[in-house]
C-alpha cells in the first residue's frame, strides 16, 4: 500500500522560493572586482535570479543545455546558479586554475552553449576561444560601465542582459531528477570526469548539510565560504545557506588571503567559514602575524584534504575556534563524513579529543560508507584494518557525464569506489590512511602524478620515475620526483627540475628530487606509490 503524502518534486527554486519569503531581509555581502563590499538582501537576490532566468530562456536556450560559469565567489555567480538550474538549464562551473587544455576539454565535453566570465577571466577565454567553437557566447559578469575591450565573439554584459529579464518570471516545475550542475574532476587519472548532479541529491544533500553535526546552520548563523563555488558546488553551500536562511559574505577573487578574510570575518561578524586547510593555514599565520584574535568565529570547517594536528589546537586553543573537518568529494555532492564530538566521549582527555578531531569524521545520515580488502571482502571497524573506501547513497554519482559506465570507479553491487585507503574506528570514525588514485592534492587542486613521471622520462639521463605526494606544511602535499638515474647518466635533480619548466604548469613542478637505485614494483610491474610513500614517511621538503 503508498502512503498518501503530497508527490513534489524536490527542486532547487524551491529553496530561492522558501529563502525568499522567510529570510528575505538577509544580507548576501560579496568582495567583487568592480565592488570592494557591496551588500543586498535575499529578496534582492532571488529576484534577480528569476530574471536572470527569463534571460536566459531569451537567449533561446533550451532545458538541459548547459550554461558554464568561470567566476569567483561572490553576489552574481550565485543568482547564477538559481537562475540556470531554476530555469531547468545545467549550471556547469568551471575551475579556473585547470590547464588551458583541460579547460577546453571540459568545455567542448560540457558542449557549453554560453559561458558566464567574471572579467578577469576573460584573456584566458581569448587565448582559448579557437578550440571552443561550439560556445555560442559569453555574458560578462559585471555593469556596463565595467566591461572589457575583448575579441570574444558576442559579448553580453551580465547587468544589461538581467535588465532585460522579467521579474515576473515564474519557476518553472519539472522532474526533481533532472540534472541540475555539473562540475569536473580532475582528481582520478586521464581526462577530467564530469560529475551531473541532479535537482534532488542538491536538495537531499542541502538538508544534509544544514544537520547539528554536519554544517549546523541556522539563520544566526554568517558563513563565509571560502571554498570555491566552482568546486563542487562550493560544498553545497549556495542550497544549505539559503535553505537555513543564514547572513552570506563571498570574499570574491580574494581567497586564499589571511587579511582579507579575517577583515571579513571580523566586521561582518562571521560564525562560520569553510575552506581547505591551506586557506586556514594562511588565517592563522595573518592572526600570529598581526596579533588578531577570531572573536566572532565559532566553527572553521576544514576539507578536501588533511587538516593538520597543529592548526586544529591553534584554532582551538588561540581562537576558541571549532575545526569542523570534513570529508567527501566532488562525486559525492561532496559530504561523506564530519567530525564532530559524539555522546559517550566526552570524557576523553583534550589531547585524546585533538587526536579524535585528526580523523576525517563519522558517517552522515544519507551516505553510507564501508572498507574492504584487496579482493573485496569487507574489512571490520576496528580501527586498524585498512582498506579501499566504498560509498553509496542518493547524493552519489552513479557514473560520469557521458562515460556509460565506462569510469571504471563503481563496483558491480553498486558502490563507489572513491580511491582513498581508510580506517574506520568502533565508534564509525574514519580516518583516511592513503590514497589509490595516483594524484596529488597540493592547496587543494589536483596534480596528475602519472603526467609528472611521462614528462621527465623524456630526459636521456632518466631511466625510470615515480612521483609521490608528501606532507607539506602550506599546501598539504606536494610532489617529491624519485629518480633511478640511467646507466652512466650525470644529472642533477636541478637538471630535471628545470626540464619541466614550459611543459608543465609552474605550479604542478615537483619540489625536490631524490635519487634512488631501485622503485619498487608490483608483481603486475606497476609502481608500488604506498610503499614508495611509505618510504620516504619521514622526508621533508626543503625550506
Ligand atoms: P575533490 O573531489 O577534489 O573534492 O577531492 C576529493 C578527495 O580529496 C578525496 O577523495 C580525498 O582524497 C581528498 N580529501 C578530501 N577531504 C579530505 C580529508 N578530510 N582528509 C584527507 N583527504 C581528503
Known amino acids: 500500500m503508498l502512503g498518501l503524502m503530497m508527490d513534489m518534486p524536490l527542486l532547487i527554486s524551491s529553496i530561492a522560493t522558501h529563502a525568499e519569503k522567510f529570510h ?7 568582495v567583487t572586482a568592480d565592488n570592494p563590499r557591496h551588500r543586498y538582501t535575499y529578496q ?70 554560453w559561458i558566464m566570465t567574471d572579467v578577469m577571466f576573460v584573456p584566458l577565454l ?31 554584459c551580465y547587468e544589461t542582459l538581467l535588465a532585460a529579464g522579467s521579474g515576473d518570471y515564474a519557476w518553472p516545475t519539472f522532474d526533481e531528477r533532472t540534472a541540475s550542475a555539473l562540475c569536473y574532476t580532475s582528481g582520478t587519472t586521464g581526462n577530467p570526469k564530469g560529475v551531473l548532479y541532479d535537482h534532488r541529491s ?60 579575517y577583515e571579513l570575518m571580523d566586521t561582518e561578524n562571521v560564525t562560520a567559514s569553510l575552506g581547505v586547510p591551506t586557506v586556514w593555514l594562511a588565517l592563522l599565520k595573518y592572526c600570529r602575524e598581526s596579533g588578531k584574535r577570531l572573536d566572532k568565529m565559532q566553527r572553521a ?13 591553534e584554532f582551538r586553543d588561540v581562537h576558541g575556534v571549532e575545526v569542523r573537518q570534513g570529508w567527501g568529494m566532488t562525486e559525492m555532492s561532496p559530504l561523506g563524513v564530519t567530525n564532530t564530538m559524539k555522546a559517550g566521549l566526552e570524557h576523553l582527555s583534550d589531547d585524546e579529543k585533538l587526536d579524535l578531531s585528526v580523523k576525517a569524521g563519522r558517517g552522515i545520515f544519507g551516505c553510507e560508507m564501508r572498507i574492504v580488502s584487496d579482493v573485496g571482502q569487507e574489512l571490520p571497524w576496528d580501527g586498524q584494518a585498512y582498506g579501499a573506501l566504498q560509498v553509496r547513497g542518493p547524493w552519489v554519482c552513479s557514473d560520469y557525464f557521458k562515460l556509460n559506465g565506462s569510469g571504471g570507479a563503481h563496483t558491480d553491487d553498486g558502490w563507489f569506489d572513491t580511491g582513498d585507503v581508510a580506517t574506520i574506528d568502533a565508534e564509525g570514525f574514519m580516518a583516511i590512511t592513503d590514497r589509490t588514485k595516483d594524484v596529488i592534492k597540493s592547496g587543494g587542486e589536483w596534480i596528475s602524478s602519472i603526467e609528472l613521471e611521462n614528462t621527465v622520462m623524456a630526459h636521456p639521463g632518466v631511466a625510470e620515475a615515480a612521483v609521490i605526494g608528501l606532507p607539506h606544511p602550506k599546501w598539504t602535499e606536494r610532489p617529491l620526483l624519485v629518480v633511478v638515474k640511467a646507466d652512466g647518466a650525470e644529472v642533477s635533480g636541478k637538471e630535471l627540475l628545470e626540464f619541466y619548466v614550459g611543459k608543465v ?39
Not at 544534509?208 to 563555488?229: I, T
Open 505 to 543: 604548469a609552474t605550479w604542478c613542478i615537483p619540489n625536490d628530487v631524490v635519487f634512488v637505485d631501485e622503485i619498487p614494483h608490483t608483481a603486475t610491474g606497476k609502481i608500488k606509490k604506498i610503499e614508495l610513500r611509505r618510504q620516504f614517511a619521514d622526508y621533508q621538503f626543503p625550506a
Open 24 to 30: 528575505g531581509g538577509q544580507e548576501i555581502v560579496s
Open 126 to 156: 581569448e587565448s582559448l576561444a579557437d578550440k571552443i567553437r561550439g560556445v555560442e557566447g559569453f555574458i560578462i559578469m559585471t555593469d556596463e560601465a565595467h566591461m572589457p575591450k575583448t575579441s570574444l565573439r558576442n559579448i553580453v
Open 301 to 313: 570547517v576544514s576539507g578536501g584534504a588533511a587538516a593538520p594536528r597543529s592548526m586544529i589546537k
Open 202 to 261: 542538491s536538495l537531499l544533500h542541502a538538508y544534509a548539510a544544514v544537520a547539528p553535526d554536519v554544517f549546523g546552520l541556522s539563520s544566526r548563523d554568517c558563513v563565509l565560504p571560502v571554498v570555491p563555488l566552482f568546486h563542487v558546488s562550493s560544498w553545497g553551500t549556495p542550497y544549505s545557506m539559503p535553505m537555513a536562511g543564514c547572513k552570506i559574505v563571498y570574499p570574491g577573487p580574494k581567497m586564499g588571503d589571511g587579511q582579507t578574510l
Open 44 to 113: 534582492e537576490c532571488f529576484g534577480r535570479a528569476r530574471q536572470l532566468a527569463g534571460a536566459l530562456e531569451n537567449l533561446g536556450l533550451d532545458p538541459g543545455d548547459r550554461v558554464a560559469t568561470l567566476c569567483w565567489n561572490d553576489y552574481r555567480h550565485l543568482e547564477a546558479y538559481y537562475g540556470v538550474s531554476g530555469a531547468g538549464l545545467v549550471c556547469h562551473t568551471i575551475n579556473p586554475r585547470l590547464f588551458p587544455e583541460q579547460l577546453v576539454f571540459i568545455i567542448n565535453h560540457a558542449e557549453d552553449r
